[in-house]
T-cell receptor
Framework: SQKIEQNSEALNIQEGKTATLTCNYTNYSPAYLQWYRQDPGRGPVFLLLIRENEKEKRKERLKVTFDTTLKQSLFHITASQPADSATYLCALDIGDDKIIFGKGTRLHILP | NAGVTQTPKFQVLKTGQSMTLQCAQDMNHEYMSWYRQDPGMGLRLIHYSVGAGITDQGEVPNGYNVSRSTTEDFPLRLLSAAPSQTSVYFC??????????FGPGTRLTVL
């Protein structure tokens, strides 16, 4: 069956450290993978997109890797800040123009 | 640009009532989608559209109808509401192969 797993429901990280979130999937060969941020009571906001032929993508303090052999993406926030506290969602293109999401990881950056 | 707009923001229905959730975008995006978000379940794809006149089912389509008569609008219809449809509904739009833009959501309660 189709499955996207994000490593944990919640993650606590000390301010200034690097937060690493994991997205694993099975039974797909996605053309691309996306990461979104969602704050309480708001819609998701796009952060980064990485395509199947890209190993790594960076944007400011954010970095995404994509390993199509392991079927895994890692999402890193360096020099984390309390303002980075949010839920982070992984989304996959699963073909037929469908985009589906993992359940998300709630990240708490502790001052 | 207003981006993706959704109405209403909140709605309470009784079991068996019908209603339409409205979604509009002004970015001329061909692709539009409806998701529902429940605690612990993440975002689940209900229906999506790749252009005017074209719709398809997502992961959880039962109990919902859609149509796409224009590029701008993608309404979601509940023909006979059930308590299991209590959720937060998000509409999104995109260009093929790129990031999704989400609306602010509609919080629906079915009693």
């Amino acid at each position: 069956s189709q499955k996207i797993e994000q490593n944990s429901e919640a993650l606590n990280i000390q301010e200034g450290k690097t937060a690493t979130l994991t997205c694993n999937y099975t039974n797909y060969s996605p053309a691309y993978l996306q990461w979104y941020r969602q704050d309480p009571g708001r819609g998701p906001v796009f952060l980064l997109l990485i395509r199947e032929n890209e190993k790594e993508k960076r944007k400011e303090r954010l970095k995404v890797t994509f390993d199509t052999t392991l079927k895994q993406s890692l999402f890193h926030i360096t020099a984390s800040q309390p303002a980075d506290s949010a839920t982070y969602l992984c989304a996959l293109d699963i073909g037929d123009d469908k985009i589906i999401f993992g359940k998300g990881t709630r990240l708490h950056i502790l001052p | 640009n207003a981006g993706v707009t959704q109405t209403p923001k909140f709605q309470v229905l009784k079991t068996g009532q019908s209603m339409t959730l409205q979604c509009a975008q002004d970015m001329n995006h061909e692709y539009m989608s409806w998701y529902r978000q429940d605690p612990g379940m993440g975002l689940r794809l209900i229906h999506y559209s790749v252009g005017a006149g074209i719709t398809d089912q997502g992961e959880v389509p039962n109990g919902y109808n859609v149509s796409r008569s224009t590029t701008e609008d993608f309404p979601l219809r509940l023909l006979s509401a059930a308590p299991s449809q209590t959720s937060v509904y998000f509409c999104a739009s995109r260009v093929q192969g790129n990031e999704q833009f989400f609306g602010p959501g509609t919080r629906l309660t079915v009693l």
